[in-house]
Each structure stands twice: as structure tokens, then as C-alpha cells.
Antibody, heavy 120, light 113 residues
Framework: QITLKESGPTLVNPTQTLTLTCSFS??????????VAWIRQPPGKALEWLAI???????RYSPSLKNRLAITKDTSKNQVVLTLTNVDPVDTATYYC????????????WGQGTLVTVSS | DIVMTQSPDSLAVSLGERATISCKSS????????????LAWYQQKPGQPPKLLIY???TRESGVPDRFSGSGSGTDFTLTISSLQAEDVALYYC?????????FGQGTKVELK
């Protein structure tokens, strides 16, 4: 059974760096074609795809945030970490991590999400 | 970036009636190599993460009731709920995963009439 869980701070000051961890079980990020993505959702707004890391350490980012985002994986810990630098109140959102299915490539399992508020 | 546009933004449907949501992409989502459209539909209820309903535009995810169906190809896609149930009240999003950045539609809210 695949599960994912996001963790990190609930409140971050503007200009600081946000670090979120996705801890997962039920699959390995060493399996070909598997990936873990991050998606966020500001309160009352639509979903926004942020980044993905693949089993071979290939990484893709949203161009609008590319200069501020970094995604890494620790296969020994079954974790994926997302960092977002120089946060602003507009970065306030629920952040989700999701599993990329190795066959059809859609996001078939999602974590429950973690709400991050950017405010001083 | 590929822009995904859903319509309508919201719709109210009576129990047992059909609900239809449209999703249009600014570029074709059809991969010529495997003839698959890289389009997914998700359902999101308040306080919950999105749930995958449909992938490859028309393939139902395991466990999804057969009243949910997806159709379309290229740039025009549709999600149909054939007989709306109370538990189907939710937000619905289409997503293209043909290219990065992957992008979502703005969402369609389905309510009971």
C-alpha cells in the first residue's frame, strides 16, 4: 500500500527558506519510471504543479518558480525534500506530494497535504 | 506552458442527472508514439487531497465508480458523471501531464440542484 506524508513548518517568515519533507512507503524511488511530485494549492484556489523528481534523479521544475525551488531525494530514507527560497505571503498554500505512476504517469497517490502560512 | 481551461466554473445538477465538464488544452496532449492522451481528471472534496479518477483521458482508476467516464482526444476532453450521487459533490480538475510544467485547469465545482 502506497502512502505519502508531508511535514514541515506551518508558519514561515517572509524572505526565509521553506523546507518540506515528503516521507513515503509502499514504493521505491529506485524503481524505473517512478517519480514524486510536489503540488500546492493556495486557500480557495486551484492546484499548482511545482516540481518532480524521478527514479534516475532527473528533476523538473515549474519555470515560474525554478529559480527558487530545489527538489532532492534520499532513497535510503524514502524521502523527498522540497525547498523554496525567499518565500512571500503569496506562497501561503497547502503543499502536497504525490506519487507518479510508472505505467500511466498520472499522480495516483497523494499525501494529505500540509498548510504553510507565510507571514511575519 | 500548456494552458488548461475548464468549463463551466460551476454547475448544479439534480440527483440522478448527468453532469458534464469540459477541459480544453492549448496544445495537443496526444503522444503519437503510443496514441495516448496525457490527460487526467481528479476529484477533490473539502479538506482532502485530490483523488485520481481518470488517466489517459478515458481510463478509470481502479475503484472509481463506472458512472464516471472520460472522453476526448487532442485538445478537447470531457468528464461525465452519468447519474450524480450526493457523494459526487466536489471540485473537479483536469491536468495535463504531457509536458512539464504539468498544469491543471482552474477547477469546476459540482453542486446539487
Amino acid at each position: 500500500q502506497i502512502t505519502l506524508k508531508e511535514s514541515g513548518p506551518t508558519l514561515v517568515n517572509p524572505t526565509q527558506t521553506l523546507t518540506l519533507t515528503c516521507s513515503f512507503s509502499g514504493f521505491s524511488l529506485t524503481t524505473p519510471a517512478v517519480g514524486v511530485a510536489w503540488i500546492r494549492q493556495p486557500p480557495g484556489k486551484a492546484l499548482e504543479w511545482l516540481a518532480i523528481i524521478y527514479w534516475d534523479d532527473d528533476k523538473r521544475y515549474s519555470p515560474s518558480l525554478k529559480n527558487r525551488l530545489a527538489i532532492t531525494k534520499d532513497t535510503s530514507k524514502n524521502q523527498v525534500v522540497l525547498t523554496l527560497t525567499n518565500v512571500d505571503p503569496v506562497d501561503t498554500a497547502t503543499y502536497y506530494c504525490a506519487h507518479r505512476n510508472r505505467v500511466h504517469s498520472a499522480h495516483d497517490y497523494w499525501g494529505q497535504g500540509t498548510l504553510v502560512t507565510v507571514s511575519s | 506552458d500548456i494552458v488548461m481551461t475548464q468549463s463551466p466554473d460551476s454547475l448544479a445538477v439534480s440527483l440522478g442527472e448527468r453532469a458534464t465538464i469540459s477541459c480544453k488544452s492549448s496544445q495537443s496532449l496526444l503522444y503519437s508514439s503510443n496514441h495516448k492522451n496525457y490527460l487526467a481528471w481528479y476529484q477533490q472534496k473539502p479538506g482532502q487531497p485530490p483523488k485520481l479518477l481518470i488517466y489517459w483521458a478515458s481510463t478509470r482508476e481502479s475503484g472509481v465508480p463506472d458512472r464516471f467516464s472520460g472522453s476526448g482526444s487532442g485538445t478537447d476532453f470531457t468528464l461525465t458523471i452519468s447519474s450524480l450521487q450526493a457523494e459526487d459533490v466536489a471540485l473537479y480538475y483536469c491536468q495535463q501531464y504531457y509536458s512539464t510544467p504539468q498544469t491543471f485547469g482552474q477547477g469546476t465545482k459540482v453542486e446539487l440542484k
